[in-house]
């Protein structure tokens, strides 16, 4: 089995910043693409930013310049580095990963239970 638990959420003002992390444990072989994802209130769970196991990245286009993904593969973290956050940013954060597991080599989608971050004056 395996988990992925994220911290870091939070309130935080206009133009403040957080750090999300999310580490991953349990029957892990290695971990190929790791992902933050978020979904506002009353809308659908979007892809933020993605980090393949090269190190290859990609956002959505409302966070370019303000987020940066990152991962430490000797810690099976991945983290998210958010910068002049904004109102709109506002959501409940998610981390998932693509693990193969050590056991008997599955692709596993893992996903975390998730951390809010709230911008607001």
Not at 6 to 33: H, W
Not at 39 to 47: A, T
Not at 71 to 91: I, N, S
Request: net charge neutral.
């Amino acid at each position: 089995q395996v988990q992925l638990v994220e911290s870091g959420g939070g309130l935080v003002q206009p133009g403040g910043s957080l750090r999300l992390s999310c580490t991953a444990s349990g029957d892990i072989f290695k971990i190929n693409g790791m992902y933050w994802y978020r979904q506002p209130p009353g809308k659908e769970r979007e892809l933020v930013a993605a980090i393949n196991m090269h190190g290859e990245i990609q956002y959505r286009d409302s966070v370019k310049g303000r987020f940066t993904i990152s991962r430490d593969d000797a810690k099976k973290a991945v983290f998210l580095q958010m910068t002049t956050l904004k109102p709109e940013d506002t959501a409940a954060y998610y981390c998932n990963a693509d693990v193969i597991t050590a056991r008997d080599y599955r692709v596993l989608d893992v996903w975390g239970q998730g951390t809010q971050v709230t911008v607001s004056a």
